[in-house]
């Protein structure tokens, strides 16, 4: 018997017919001895249409009040899921962030796990029952309901996993599982059977949909085993677990695109010490999360200072960079959208030179110009123009012979 | 300075702009002086929505998850009401059951309040915020949330106001207050600006509408001024009070009609003591409510026993009276969905004789057959043919001036 935590994201719940399925898949695993703790999302589009609801009320929206408002969603997803459990003679109960012992700080609309407390769900697995815990949702300690923010779910499945003990935290989603290329662009692209958290990492940081970054570094830092599989084919998915070092590492696992980050150069910065520094510090007080940085050295005394950001927070960095201007001495601020990141992972990079080396020279063969590079021991990330991303994905994933 | 309770139902809160409307109405209330606490219900249909969701899912609801599942539908009101009203300047918080200190027992979709822990709305309300509280919801003692049924968010806001010690209970309808009978029906109908209680309770008990009987009952025991009124006109309504023992009191007040009632009789029932008692026992272990009650006296040593109910337990009583037969030694059961009840409500009936006979001259002449009788001291209740229910209101309202 083991104890297994199957979380299911808003798709594998979106109407009553896919919640009657994911009732009867609970049950199997139930009836096949396993315990299991369910964690769900709110179905489909009820986020969105809830945040559409509160833009037409009010432009005027406490984070306290958004959370109220976000948190019934999946109150009404576990609620139904625990309906067609029962259906099926397996004794379910749903329990709130709050009931479930989730217990985070007080950051509204981004709220971090710090403890649970997991005596309810423990109680309910001891005497035989599935408790289905709402994803996404927890309680402070001055007992404020909060949410967790993009990928809060899989946290919150990742978290009971841990506390919980769990051996397996299964992610249910509308794919398959975790593929070398997003095999919407690249029909050649297929499912892994197998990827390391530090490569999860690097894919979702990159552009990778499938799992949330904090959920996988959540799963890595409590050693958490993920089987990320699909509600709809019910088929094995990609395990996510321990780098295993008897095994020879893929030079290269995946590649990964991301649209949907932004350029910002700040030109004729004075090159003195301390005005980077000055300009960076300026953005993460405003909560800017910047990439990748480059600065070009200049034989006038002075430098241009490019970084990307997330397209959302292009209007805050360019207001930054603006305001800072006179202090820098700088001459100018341009920004640019139009821009991709295609990025390479792999755990065998690192002990496989020449892999930056074929990277350029297949871009290159492509006529595609590369303006920012950033790279890690497992990645390697190329700026380019985003009209020409598609290719560069497609070239990529060939070259290194991934299909 | 007085403090306010002000509860707003589910079309007062239907869409976004009639949000906007009341969170505007709430903030002159709290401008002008006032502390207001809101109660609200969810937005229109939404529960109705929820109940279909739930069906179409399965078949065996648990009413734990049934009560999880509606108690999210105030939560999104509540939230967006605090957004509007921080919109407009008012700094307002809103309150789940549990966070409001609303703890009831544990009979789950009906629960009853036990105790009102008001702190919270307390602090908030000498902070000079306004809080704003889900209606219809509560928490049990064993941390579980429950929901209070028909007309519960009406009784969350009494109960508020009683455990407050408010100056008034604001019940915001869809209709501008009590009316001397259905405006509908009878266009001559007007608005009441004053009944009391006890005629409150009659009419609410007879197929008045406006207000629920279990929040009128609680009022009365604590005393708490009820105003009914409209969230789309805001002109006064009427006041639900007590009796005024220096005022001379209508003789009727109003004419109700209840198409919801069904007849049930048992034929041949022998004439011995204890056996119309078994039948009620086994009524009432079924949950059944018996409203009527005619037994005809015989000749022949046997009589028939006649009762109503709501139109929903006709089922459940027809089991309960044919699986007695054989027990009771009676003939048959008949069943009888085609009734209506049409009942004059009075305070002043009790010193004026004469009302009976004028309510059966009235009927008799417009030639309506009354099937059973059922009389209090301020209300006469007629069972007559569903389809002269409309002339019968009609004629009466006339009769007694009510015009």
């Known amino acids: 018997m083991s104890l297994v935590v199957q979380k299911f994201g808003g798709t594998s719940v979106g109407d009553a017919e896919r919640i009657r399925a994911v009732a009867d898949h609970v049950a199997r695993t139930h009836r096949a001895g396993h315990q299991v703790v369910v964690v769900v999302s709110a179905m489909g589009k009820t986020t969105d ?28 997803s576990m609620a139904l899921l625990c309906m067609a459990l029962a259906d099926l003679g397996v004794e379910a109960t749903s329990y709130t962030g709050s009931q479930a012992g989730i ?4 950051s509204h609309t981004r709220a971090k796990i710090q403890e649970i407390r997991g005596e309810r769900l423990r109680a309910t697995l001891e005497s035989g029952g599935v408790p289905v815990v709402a994803g996404f949702q927890g309680v402070s300690e001055e007992r404020e309901v909060t949410t967790l923010g993009r990928g809060g779910s899989d946290t919150t499945a990742v978290a009971l996993a841990a506390a919980l003990g769990a051996d397996v935290c299964e992610i249910y989603t509308d794919v398959s599982g975790v593929f070398t290329s ?4 690249v029909p050649e692209a297929h499912k892994l059977a197998r990827v390391s958290y530090d490569e999860m990492q690097e894919m979702a940081a990159t552009g990778g949909r499938v799992l949330a970054l904090r959920s996988v570094e959540f799963a890595r830092n409590h050693a958490v085993p993920l089987h990320v599989r699909s509600s709809f084919t019910w088929e094995p998915g ?10 020879e ?21 004075p090159d003195r010490p301390g005005l980077a520094a000055r300009l960076f510090r300026g953005l993460a007080d405003r909560n800017v999360n910047v990439d990748m940085i480059v600065q070009n050295t200049s034989l006038h005394g002075t430098t241009d200072i490019s970084f990307t950001i997330p397209e959302a927070d292009l209007d805050a960095s360019t207001e930054v960079c603006t305001g800072l ?10 920004s640019d959208d139009d821009v991709a990141r295609v990025s390479l992972v792999g755990a065998g990079m690192k002990t496989h030179p020449g892999v ?3 990277t350029f020279e297949t871009l290159a063969s492509d006529g595609i110009n590369i303006e920012m590079i950033s790279t890690s021991s497992i990645r390697i990330s190329c700026l380019i123009r985003a009209a020409q991303a598609e290719d560069a994905v497609r070239a990529l994933h060939a070259a290194f012979e991934l299909g």
Do not use: H, Y
Request: negative net charge; glycine residues 4%.
């Open 49 to 76: 249409q809830l945040i559409r609801l509160a833009d037409d009320v009010s432009s005027v929206q406490p984070r306290r009040e958004i959370d109220m408002l976000l948190s019934s969603g999946e109150r009404i």
């Open 103 to 106: 217990v985070t700080d007080t």
């Open 182 to 185: 997003d095999p919407r662009l």
């Open 238 to 247: 990609t395990w996510v677990d321990k780098e295993d070092p008897t095994m």
């Open 249 to 269: 590492q893929a030079v290269v696992t995946a590649v990964t695109l991301d649209l949907s980050e932004a350029k910002v150069t700040v030109t004729g910065v």
């Open 325 to 334: 201007l006179d202090e820098l001495g700088a001459t100018g601020v341009t």
């Open 356 to 358: 930056t080396a074929l």
